[in-house]
């Protein structure tokens, strides 16, 4: 009993040590703030788990909602036709109404990107099984 009560002692003690967030990220030598270290920079790849969100440099987000359909050839399978995989993404700007996505691995079936505001996402990779992780670019779109 006494070992449980020094383990969760420590625990408790570990969970205090983090260090605190600050509001704003520091300036860069231009004297631009620079972004969080959770901010998806423009040009940039980000991998998002089934139910993940990330930050853009714009300050909105992007979520990851769910994969919708997934007929792609299994791996070590000869398939006839190689098939296509979508997910639901939703796109929340800091201010305005969200917009739902649907990208897909292949442009046969749909399209593998989305204008996002002043962004394009691009559906990059998209891993398998149950709850694949999505493999994003995050780019300016051209004006």
Same mark, same amino acid.
């Given at each position: 009993?006494?070992?449980?009560?020094?383990?969760?002692? $420590?625990?408790?003690?570990?969970?205090?040590?983090? #260090?605190?967030?600050?509001?704003?990220?520091? /300036? %860069? *030598?231009?004297?631009?703030?620079?972004?969080?270290? *959770?901010?998806?920079? %423009? !040009?940039? +790849?980000?991998?998002?788990? $089934? !139910?993940?969100?990330?930050?853009?440099? %714009?300050?909105?987000?992007?979520?990851?909602?769910?994969?919708?359909? %997934?007929?792609?050839?299994?791996? *070590? &399978?000869?398939?006839?036709?190689?098939? *296509?995989? +979508?997910?639901?993404?939703?796109?929340?700007? =800091?201010?305005?109404? /969200?917009?739902?996505?649907?990208?897909? #691995? #292949?442009?046969?079936?749909?399209?593998?990107?989305?204008?996002?505001?002043? =962004?394009? &996402?691009?559906?990059?990779?998209?891993?398998?099984?149950? /709850?694949?992780?999505? #493999?994003?670019?995050? +780019? =300016?779109?051209?004006?």
């Amino acid at each position: 009993m006494t070992r449980i009560a020094r383990l969760l002692a $420590l625990a408790l003690l570990a969970g205090c040590a983090a #260090t605190p967030a600050t509001n704003a990220p520091p /300036a %860069d *030598d231009s004297g631009n703030p620079a972004l969080a270290a *959770d901010t998806v920079a %423009d !040009g940039s +790849e980000v991998r998002l788990g $089934l !139910g993940a969100s990330a930050r853009l440099a %714009d300050g909105s987000r992007l979520h990851y909602l769910r994969l919708v359909n %997934d007929s792609r050839c299994p791996p *070590d &399978v000869q398939c006839v036709w190689a098939g *296509d995989a +979508e997910i639901a993404l939703r796109w929340q700007p =800091r201010r305005g109404r /969200a917009q739902d996505i649907a990208l897909h #691995t #292949t442009s046969m079936r749909g399209n593998n990107d989305a204008r996002i505001g002043e =962004r394009r &996402v691009t559906l990059v990779a998209l891993a398998r099984g149950i /709850a694949p992780a999505a #493999t994003l670019m995050i +780019e =300016r779109a051209d004006p």
